[in-house]
């Protein structure tokens, strides 16, 4: 299901450490940070955006391709300017209750 979740779904079933993300997009001075979900978060990631972008002065980009871990970067951003990646993953197996 694909329909738009928000943050406070997403808060109710993972921990995705954002007061984290926030602190080390504001550490790196980031500008422009590209996000990452795997299949199973991507319905929240307009939610987490939207927090993101309320908490820092970066500018967000959502990759929609596939995201399998740490070792799948995104290719042909060369001439990009971003900043920061970051990748979030979950494990169903183990819900935030």
């Not at 995705?16 to 590209?34: F, G, H, M, P, Q």
């Not at 990452?36 to 927090?51: E, H, R």
């Not at 967000?60 to 990748?87: H, M, R, V, Y």
């Amino acid at each position: 299901n694909f329909m738009q979740k928000t943050i406070q779904d997403l808060e109710k079933k993972y921990d995705l450490e954002l007061n984290r993300v926030i602190s080390l997009i504001k550490k790196e001075k980031a500008k422009l940070v590209l996000l990452q979900f795997p299949d199973g978060l991507k319905p929240y990631a307009t939610a987490v955006v939207d927090y993101l972008e309320e908490k820092t002065n970066a500018e967000f980009l959502i990759w929609l391709e596939s995201c399998f871990g740490a070792c799948d970067l995104p290719i042909g951003l060369e001439k990009t300017k971003i900043d920061l990646i970051i990748q979030f993953g979950h494990n169903s197996m183990m819900p935030k209750y």
